[in-house]
């Protein structure tokens, strides 16, 4: 991690923190809005913030799951619908893919194959958010996925065990 640019980075975390701070004291409505979940976001920005600024790209991926799961943490405070955490956290995989393409992105040289692992696991995501209730908070009815996902992925199994004989 070079100094210099760790300088640079601390300063702008600084004037963003101070300025968050700012604004909840000068302006008291935005205490509605900008609850304790944008701490949680806030500590994944720094990991961000930190990962461009150094060009070390490894920080990105925590930085990505802390901000995400801050992000659901606000959705549920602002609609009071703590019940979707019973699916959300299928989410956790796809922020783990957006962190490993923004590592990419900041170093791609550390970073062979990234793009692949995070459209993976970006795809898991997605598929686990629908398949565990996302369904229904979308208003999809899906429950028939679930044998036809169990059968193809016992086919996959299936066809990658002949094929490495």
Do not use: C, H
């Not at 604004?23 to 806030?42: A, K, N």
């Not at 920080?59 to 606000?74: D, M, R």
């Not at 692949?116 to 009815?141: K, P, Q």
Request: net charge positive; aromatic share 16%; hydrophobic share 60%.
């Amino acid at each position: 991690m070079k100094k210099n640019n760790s300088t640079y980075a601390w300063g702008l975390i600084l004037i963003l923190f101070g300025a968050f701070l700012l604004g909840r004291e000068l302006f008291p409505q935005l205490r509605l809005v900008f609850d304790w979940p944008w701490i949680v976001i806030g500590v994944g920005v720094v990991f961000l913030l930190f990962a461009l600024f150094t060009k070390t790209g490894g920080l990105a991926v925590p930085g990505a799951i802390i901000s995400g799961i801050g992000s659901i943490l606000l959705f549920q405070n602002l609609t009071n619908m703590w019940e979707t955490w019973s699916f959300a956290w299928a989410l956790i995989p796809g922020f783990v893919g957006i962190g490993i393409g923004l590592a990419t992105l900041i170093s791609p040289d550390e970073n062979q194959g990234g793009w692949t692992s995070s459209l993976f696991l970006l795809g898991i995501s997605a598929v686990l958010f629908i398949l565990f209730g996302g369904s229904r908070f979308l208003g999809l009815d899906l429950e028939f996925l679930w044998p036809v996902i169990i059968v193809l992925f016992g086919v996959f199994l299936l066809v990658k065990g002949f094929i490495r004989k």
